[in-house]
């Protein structure tokens, strides 16, 4: 067609597909009158759809929809100096709540310059903005208490830390002392991985760290002389759940406890190797030490406390102990094998000397 | 010479009994103030405090990061270790040259920090 005609008509199709939208949507003229509003967006305003075509913006309803901010933005849109996209509004209607708007607003290009027209879309986010907000509440709520337990535990294994120091420094027996250290290790140890549990996310333990930190501080604790004993944690990339952190430590700590008490006597120099690997879901953790190994035989001590403690946690982790001649020293490897036709040698030893 | 002095500022009372018996045997005076209000007041009275070993969470106006504070404004030689089970904290928090250390803390790793902390800035390692 090469004229124009001077008044326009709008396309019936165009009419119905803004009618029917399911999202709340306005159809514009240049001057802000209403062409026409999708029924949604009548729903969703309460206002009455026989109302609407003819009208200005600002006259919808009770006049809540006349906002200069709107209208001016609007009209810099129409003479598309301007875009709105996401510009937020509050709806204040008499006798109803502030709702809160989202606005997009954009002009229509059906090739004729001088035809302009609006579609604006409105998107009530009153609730999706509580809820989000509800939400974000919780999650604050939930990490302060969770902080609030972690400060809690800290301070009560401080307590016990306390306690223990004291009474160790207070017994006779030099027996008597070392069960005390011995606890405080423990209860040290615990503090590790609680401290480590504090930092992880999803609370699953990254070992490598977690290792490192739990024998520094036995280390810390129990090497008088740096140079003369030390401890090497090595690990790969594995994460395992806390409760199964908890045995692995656990079970560290008293393997390093028992080799940095009995492997090195006589002033000896040596190294404790903590080794952690995994594939699937089998993993093996080893303690190695350079030091005297073990007294066989006859000569073996009895099993003490650290033992059963060892024994217990393996039990609970699956796992098969290995006690094996190191060449010089001792390594006890502890291995869990989900495949079928893993066989452990079962014979039964005694591992602290 | 006299033993150094240290004021223990702890609101457990088993964990600052167990702060003064690691004071003690590791050769210092120990004082003992329940909260920062009692530890200002005997800063107040006494000229002699070497180190201030304090608590960070404790009732009263002041916990141990404010009060830390204070006692470096107001009595800037006094060394400062700070202890607490509050996992992260912002050592920026403290004021500077005082010692963060999380709870529950080894026993020599704060006396180690103490002796460090009580050495003459003369005899002192040259640090970075």
Redesign the interface.
Known sequence: MSTTPTVHFEAASTLAVVVSSHEPLLFLSDDLKIIAASASFCRAFDIDPTSVPGKKLGELGQGEWAMPKLESLLKATASRSADIQAYEIDLKRPNRGTRQLVVNAQTLDDGDVEHIRLLVAVTDVTDARAEARLKDDLARDKAILLQEVQHRVANSLQIIASVLMQSARRVQSEEARGHLHNAHHRVMSIAALQRQLSTSPGGSVELRTYLKQLCQSLGASMIADPSRLSIHVSADDSAVEADVSVSLGLIVTELVINALKHAFPDERTGTVMIDYRSSGRDWTLAVADNGIGMAAGRDAPKAGLGTGIVEALVKNLDGEITLSDAGPGTMVTIGHQESAGFQANLSPFVYAR | MNDPVILVVED?A??R???I??VL?AGYEALEACDADEAIRILEVRNDIDLVFTDV?MPGTMDGIKLSHYIRDRWPPVKLIVA?????LEESLLPSGSQFF????????ITDAMARLLLPESSRAPTA
């Open positions: 457990s088993l964990i009994m167990g702060a018996d690691l045997h969470q607490s089970g509050a996992t992260i999380s709870k529950p803390y080894e026993n020599h790793t």
